[in-house]
Structure formats: structure tokens, C-alpha cells
């Protein structure tokens, strides 16, 4: 099995926040979320070798932010919108 691709993780944050109330989430309530949505794999699971704190995939969730300026992000592409400490779906 594969790693999971940014594109995917977002479409995951997507999906959360569409069946959330308010269209927004907190970086910690997506990255305790995102498991239910997504299979990760061992080398999702595995420690990231820049955050030492966290998984591979769980960096993927920080790097919908971190990549907002590079074409085919989801921030990019109007799809999410970056809060404090969070995501959220455009106008939410």
C-alpha cells in the first residue's frame, strides 16, 4: 500500500468539513478525524524526519497550509480557506 497524497489528505479535510456544523476545524480535530477517512499505510504512520513529533501523513494535513501558493493546493484552488490554527471551507 502506498502513502497517502496531499490531494488526498485534503479531500479528506474536505469531506470532514462538509459533514461538520460549522464548516471549520481545528489541526487537531482533523488530524484525529482524518484516520476514520483515509487508509494510512506503515509509511503514512512512520515519523516525520522534519516534525519529529508527528507522522508523515499528519505533516501532509500542516502542509495544506504551508503549500497554499503552489497550483493544485486546496487553499490554492478556492477549495479551503486557512484560520487560526485550522481549516474551513470557503465562506464558513
Known sequence: MSRVTE???????MAILKASTTGRA??????????NHLAL???????SETR??????EQQVRN????KASP???I?????????G???LPGK
Not at 26 to 35: A, G, K, N, S
Not at 76 to 84: D, K, S, T
Open 7 to 13: 490531494d488526498e489528505v485534503a479531500k479528506a479535510v
Open 41 to 47: 499505510s506503515e509509511e503514512d504512520l512512520k515519523q
Open 72 to 74: 493544485g493546493n486546496a
Open 76 to 84: 490554492y484552488e478556492g477549495w479551503l480557506v486557512a484560520i487560526p
Open 52 to 57: 519529529p513529533n508527528e507522522a508523515i501523513w
Open 64 to 67: 495544506i497550509t504551508s503549500h
Open 86 to 88: 485550522g481549516l474551513a
Open 26 to 35: 481545528t489541526i487537531q480535530e482533523l488530524v484525529r478525524e482524518i484516520p
